[in-house]
């Protein structure tokens, strides 16, 4: 299994971001997908979860609205969509292989990609 | 402020057994499972130990958890250098929407 995120970088406040993640070494379209984000020098944080059909999304409150996660399964490729960016947004955004029927289950990981949101 | 209670900080020898806690309530670690990860300096998380005590295979049998009412915790045992990193628990959060993770804690093998 290997997860390759990228798209970081450094954005103004207020702007939008896209981060992907390619995916390789399982059947992509079998296994929901999610982010998780880990500000600098500090913990991991949930962002948000996609199934593997791409029928249902989840959010967490503090992207909820700004965010929008979605897959291409063609493309074996998970996408965050991030708009009105916040200096609090500012973390490694992780990409996670997830198990719906177990949250908190994340068995492989991307390397991350770093996303700075500063003026 | 987590939803998850981890203590900042741990330490031990190398040979120890130390624990790290993970306090939760009813609503998150009381009625669902518990998750352990592990993150190396510089390095992404790893899958330590998934419904409360299962090891995913590759983790050493040095590694364990268990869990008792609203708490849970990791035990690692013969302790090595290499065990020095941040360890973190997560479980089904209050909300609803999505799974928390507590603070982290940073294990110094001294």
């Known amino acids: 299994v290997q997860l390759l995120e990228s798209g970081g970088g450094l954005e103004q406040p207020g702007g939008s971001l896209r981060l992907s993640c390619a995916a390789s070494?399982?059947?992509?379209?079998?296994?929901?997908m999610s982010w998780v984000r880990q500000a600098p020098g500090k913990g991991l944080e949930w962002v948000s979860a996609?199934?593997?059909?791409?029928?249902?999304?989840y959010y967490a409150d503090s992207v909820k609205g700004r965010f929008t996660i979605s897959r291409d399964n063609s493309k074996n490729t998970l996408y965050l969509q991030m708009n009105s960016l916040r200096a609090e947004d500012t973390a490694v955004y992780y990409c996670?292989?997830?198990?719906?029927?177990?949250?908190?289950?994340?068995?492989?990981w991307g390397q991350g990609t770093l996303v700075t949101v500063s003026s | 402020q987590s939803v998850l209670t981890q203590p900042p900080s741990a330490s031990g020898t190398p040979g120890q057994r130390v624990t790290i806690s993970c306090s939760g309530s009813s609503s998150n670690i009381g009625s669902n499972y518990v998750y352990w990860y592990q993150q190396l300096p510089g390095t992404a998380p790893k899958l330590l130990i998934y419904r409360n005590n299962q090891r995913p295979s590759g983790v050493p049998d040095r590694f364990s958890g268990s869990k008792s009412g609203t708490s849970a915790s990791l035990a690692i045992s013969g302790l090595r250098s290499e065990d020095e990193a941040d360890y973190y628990c997560?479980?089904?959060?209050?909300?609803?929407?999505?799974?928390?993770f507590g603070g982290g804690t940073k294990l110094t093998v001294l």
């Open positions: 996670a292989k997830y198990d719906f029927s177990a949250p908190g289950y994340f068995d492989y």
């Open positions: 070494g399982f059947t992509f379209s079998s296994y929901a």
């Open positions: 997560a479980a089904w959060g209050d909300s609803l929407s999505g799974p928390v």
């Open positions: 996609i199934s593997g059909n791409g029928g249902s999304s």
